[in-house]
Structures are given as structure tokens and as C-alpha cells.
């Protein structure tokens, strides 16, 4: 029977019958793998803990004839504080649904695991950076990792650096334009012309924000500051970016939205 040893990242679960998961799991060599828990909501199962959503742990699985179950487990990171907290459990939980969205079965992708596992420390263990900090690092990583990396370095249209803060991002052709080259708009977002092109407003410390997140080592991605208007700016990029070039949202990112204390309005 074919065996299987990686290390893994839970990043959904699916709860069946009283003590069964169907679990997806994201793996350094084989991309997004659907696994069978079976027992594991069980207080005696040997494998509970690493079964749970956002926890990462050695594994070994066996493969049968539609899934793999697992074999043995052992626990490496649970990120334990963030399920003291509702709403980092939500971005998280948002994380993680980008992740799968993004990771393709079979297809090794340790560069995801590395943004998530990175993401999760810093949702758990990092109380100077906020939640929007970490989400719009993570949006803008992930949509770069992911294959949608735009032009940072200059002006799409006429390769110049910009001079002034009046920089408009064309986000679905992905590449900013200097104030001499950026179209009127009636307002942020919408192209009067009826396209469906997508703008947003940016100036200079963004798109500095917005090129070290898409280079930094992804240990270091997160460390960067910026004035709290500025991150409002970032924050609404970044998540119109991402989402625009999936072409899709997520509940999970509704329901974080809906129960946000004290955080940007996004609307």
C-alpha cells in the first residue's frame, strides 16, 4: 500500500458524522492533499490535535482507494493563541481558504506553505503588527506567489519613476501609472470608459510598501511600517488585487468583515 510522509498544514476541515473529518491539507512536495480523519474528533483518537484547522504536523499517510488516511502523526505548531481570539480565528480561517484556492493538487508549493506558516506565526505571537497589517501582506504575497506578480519597478505606460503621490493602480493589467499618464476616473475603482478595467488611488509609500511585500524573504515580508492612512490605502489595494485576479471572494472573508471591532471599512 502506498505511503506517504510529509509535513502538513490543516488548512479545512469537514466535519462528517460524530467523529470523522474529511481534512485538506497543504503539503511542501505535493501540493493540496484531501485527507480522511477517520476517529480523529474522537477524545481518545492519537491524532485529534493534529488534525485541527491551522495546525501543522509531521504525517504519514496511507493511500486508499479514493483518499489518504492518516497513518501517524505528530504535532509540530497548533498556533495555539489565535483561537483566543474570534477574529484572528476569521482571518485566519480566510487564510487558509485563499491557500486551498491557490494550491493545486500534486503540485508542490513550498513557497505557500512557507507564506502561511509565516502568517499564522505572526496572527499568533505578534502583537505589534495589526490585523490588517498582516492580511494585506499576506493578500499581496499570495496574489504575487500565486502568479499575478505586476510591474512595480516603473510606470506601465511610460517606464518613468513617479515624481508625485497622484499614482493610480491598473489592477487588472496589473501595473501602476504616474500622474501624467493616469486617465480621469469619476471615482476610485471605476473606469467611466465602462470597461472592466479596475483603478485604485495608491502614492509613493504604498507602492514602496507594495514592492518590498513582493520581495522580501518571506521571513521578512511582514516587517515594514507605514502611517495608518497609508495602510488604509494598502489595505484596500490589496484585497481588490488579490480577489479581482481570483475572480472571486470568500465567506470567510464576509464573516471576518462582519465582525470587526475596530478595524478599516473597507466599504
Known amino acids: 500500500m502506498e505511503e506517504l510522509k510529509t509535513m502538513?498544514?490543516?488548512?479545512?476541515?469537514?466535519?462528517?458524522?460524530?467523529?470523522?473529518?474529511?481534512?485538506?491539507?497543504?503539503?511542501?512536495?505535493?501540493?493540496?492533499?484531501?485527507?480522511?480523519?477517520?476517529?480523529?474528533?474522537?477524545?481518545?483518537?492519537?491524532?485529534m490535535a493534529s488534525c485541527q484547522l491551522f495546525c501543522y504536523s509531521n504525517f504519514v499517510f496511507r493511500k486508499s482507494k479514493k483518499y489518504y488516511y492518516i497513518s501517524d502523526s505528530d504535532t509540530e505548531e497548533c498556533f495555539f493563541n489565535i483561537r483566543f481570539d474570534i477574529e484572528k480565528v476569521a482571518l485566519a480561517t480566510y487564510m487558509c481558504d485563499?491557500?486551498?484556492?491557490?494550491?493545486?493538487?500534486?503540485?508542490?508549493?513550498?513557497?505557500?506553505l512557507r507564506l502561511m506558516l509565516n502568517s499564522l506565526y505572526a496572527l499568533s505571537t505578534k502583537k505589534n503588527l495589526s490585523l490588517d497589517h498582516i492580511k494585506a501582506a499576506f493578500?499581496?504575497?499570495?496574489?504575487?506567489?500565486?502568479?499575478?506578480?505586476?510591474?512595480?519597478?516603473?510606470?506601465?505606460?511610460?517606464?518613468?519613476?513617479?515624481?508625485?503621490?497622484?499614482?493610480?493602480?491598473?489592477v487588472m493589467n496589473g501595473m501602476f501609472r504616474c500622474s501624467e499618464c493616469t486617465r480621469l476616473v469619476s471615482k476610485e475603482g471605476?473606469?467611466?470608459?465602462?470597461?472592466?478595467?479596475?483603478?485604485?488611488?495608491?502614492?509613493?509609500?504604498?507602492?514602496?510598501?507594495?514592492?518590498?511585500?513582493?520581495?522580501?524573504p518571506i521571513t521578512k515580508f511582514l516587517s515594514f511600517s507605514i502611517?495608518?492612512?497609508?495602510?488604509?490605502?494598502?489595505?484596500?489595494?490589496?484585497?481588490?488585487?488579490?480577489?479581482?485576479?481570483l475572480e472571486h471572494s470568500f465567506s470567510s472573508l464576509k464573516y471576518f468583515k462582519d465582525i470587526r471591532i475596530n478595524g478599516i471599512d473597507y466599504e
Open 98 to 112: 485563499v491557500a486551498c484556492d491557490l494550491a493545486l493538487e500534486d503540485v508542490g508549493d513550498p513557497e505557500l
Open 227 to 245: 502611517p495608518a492612512e497609508d495602510m488604509e490605502l494598502l489595505a484596500r489595494f490589496a484585497e481588490s488585487y488579490l480577489l479581482s485576479h
Open 8 to 47: 502538513a498544514l490543516v488548512i479545512n476541515e469537514k466535519q462528517i458524522g460524530e467523529a470523522d473529518k474529511l481534512l485538506t491539507m497543504l503539503t511542501p512536495e505535493h501540493g493540496r492533499l484531501v485527507v480522511s480523519g477517520k476517529g480523529v474528533q474522537s477524545l481518545r483518537s492519537r491524532h
Open 190 to 216: 471605476i473606469d467611466p470608459s465602462g470597461t472592466a478595467e479596475i483603478y485604485h488611488k495608491i502614492n509613493r509609500t504604498v507602492l514602496t510598501a507594495l514592492r518590498f511585500i513582493a520581495t522580501a
Open 139 to 170: 493578500e499581496f504575497r499570495a496574489a504575487v506567489q500565486g502568479g499575478f506578480m505586476p510591474i512595480l519597478d516603473s510606470c506601465g505606460v511610460c517606464g518613468k519613476e513617479p515624481i508625485d503621490d497622484n499614482i493610480v493602480f491598473d
